[in-house]
């Protein structure tokens, strides 16, 4: 396996997860929050879909699905284009009852983008710098790893929740 095929496997892992996940999930439970303050599966997908959409793109340096697609009227959340969900209230959290198969719509849009971001990286392309407000500064590397270690666990916690609430 090559660089971009081992990302991309990394990747493919999470969106198994997503598509489990939503499986049977009926619309009506996807804003369903653990004693009514946890995290619904609802804004889980939603936000590490926005994350690695934010992420990638800024690292990328192309526009994100969300707005180069339509993605953000096809949601309908209250939320600004640029919102990601970081340090979202509770009211915020339980705003995100978009049905399932369009959270997972957009999902797969992004992973779709992702894999092609991905086809063309080399090993030296994982040294680049992407983000200097870090000391040290952020590699396109780190930052790859940062969005998968961030979008399973989300993932995994919507899991977690379908198998409370259902």
Known sequence: MNTSEVL??????????????ADGLADDLVG???????????????????IQDDHLADAGGYE??????????RL????????????????QVAAVTTPIAVLVGYY???????LEYLKGLTDQDLDRVVDTRWNPPVTLGVRLI??????LQHAGQAAYVKGLIS
């Not at 940062?146 to 979008?151: N, T």
């Open 146 to 151: 940062s969005v998968i270690s961030d979008d």
């Open 76 to 91: 309908g959340l209250p939320f600004d284009a640029a919102d990601t969900g970081y340090g979202h209230t509770a009211d």
């Open 8 to 21: 991309a496997d990394a990747f493919g892992r999470i969106q198994e997860v997503v598509h489990e996940v």
């Open 64 to 73: 994100q699905v969300i707005t180069a697609d339509g993605w953000h009227e």
């Open 108 to 114: 797969d849009a992004v992973h779709a983008r992702t």
């Open 32 to 50: 369903t929050r653990p004693d009514d303050r946890g995290n619904s599966i609802g804004w889980l997908l939603w936000h590490l879909t926005r």
